[in-house]
């Protein structure tokens, strides 16, 4: 310090300064967000409102959750106009089924299909859950040759490789069920997706959560067990719980959820988000993924079951490239080589139609399609499964001829 000044008034200074300035920011930041809660639309850009699930929705040590027959709508908004209104729904057996079904077949001919999938096979997204793109194929199987098809819906909204794993070995092969085959509809990250459970903890949350390893030994066996790992949702705020007179208000136009929040530091962390690269999925499989993937093949190869796994596009793949959906294509592809099974290119449902089209068959914002693009996936199905079931795998040539096309 040439100049003779002294360290510690620096110092000062510099903290007087630092207080000044989180003094006005928080008068600031207190101010103009208690004027926007007051005085404005004080409903977040974006979310998800609940009906009151605690008659619908309850922890399940097997499936991750276990849905009853007490309907429960739930809606998605996205900056201020409602992406869609569904419900949760489940048939006798806690799945997003339309109809009910028993581990043996209803006649000798039935032919009988388990699928395993996430939210675009269960179809939260539509009201009362149906029809999802399974329910769609029974209906347009009907009695095919005098052989009714049944497809018994084991999917999970928000669920993947793990629930899908469980549910086959302590539901599915544990009581018996009487199969041709099993199908797993893939989408997004399903494969890399631990078990994932839901549960009402009390009237105004409904939380998330997944194991944080694959070993099976550590998922929860009890609600209590769970419980321990759904505290630790943090509650989102783009989340709420309501009553049905508040659902029906808020669809009426006359209610909106309200919310206090820092205005200010929600923009500048909104900012900065965007700022940050998005992680890329994962290209192979862990050691607990694998001995699940294991699991799977030998379970079926027990019992003679015929597998196949069909990829669900995204919007952004039919529409433009989308590298994450190359990356998890492939990853589904070699889930399919390693069960031995049937790859299906779920692309192939939407070829040939226009941009303008493809966007009718999803909704405006919501990543998933609505119910024409299920349908239109649906028939397409419909006549896959049925060429499947009669005439066995095909070829890998043709599927990497399809592969070629659509490059």
Known sequence: MSNGANPMAVIKLILINVLVFVLLYGVTELSYSTYRYCLTDTSPDSF????????????????????????????RVNHGKADFVGSFRGNAQGFADRDDFTAQRSTASERRIAVFGDSFTSATMEPLNGPNWPDRVKDLCGASRGRPLALLNFAVDGGGLANWASILRNMVVKDGYDLDGLVFAVAWDDLDRKFAMFDQIDAQRFLHARASTWDVASQPKTRTEARALLEKDSNPAHRFVVSSAEFDAFLAGSWKPRQ???????????????????????????????????????????????????????????????????????????????????????????????RQQIRADWFPVDGH???????????????????????????????????????
Do not use: C
Not at 371 to 394: H, K, T
């Open 369 to 407: 399609w609505n119910g024409r693009g299920s349908d239109r996936f649906a028939s397409y199905m419909a006549a896959r499964l049925q060429s499947w079931l009669s005439a066995g795998a095909v070829s890998e040539r043709s599927e990497l001829k399809s592969l070629t096309a659509w490059r």
């Open 48 to 75: 998800a409102l609940f009906e009151h699930p605690g008659d619908t929705i309850r922890f399940d040590p097997i499936r991750g959750y276990f849905l009853t027959l007490t309907p429960s709508r739930v809606t």
């Open 260 to 354: 206090w929040k820092f205005r200010i530091w929600g923009r500048l962390a909104w900012l900065l988000a965007r700022r940050t690269k998005t992680e890329k999925p994962n290209t192979g499989f862990e050691p607990g993924q694998m001995v699940l993937i294991k699991e799977i093949r030998q379970l079926s190869s027990d019992r003679s079951w015929k597998i196949a796994v069909v990829q669900i596009p995204t919007r952004e793949e039919l529409l433009e490239s989308d590298a994450d959906f190359r990356s998890n294509m492939e990853k589904s592809r070699a889930f399919a080589k390693m069960l031995g099974a049937t790859f299906i290119d779920g692309r192939e449902a939407f070829r040939g139609l226009t």
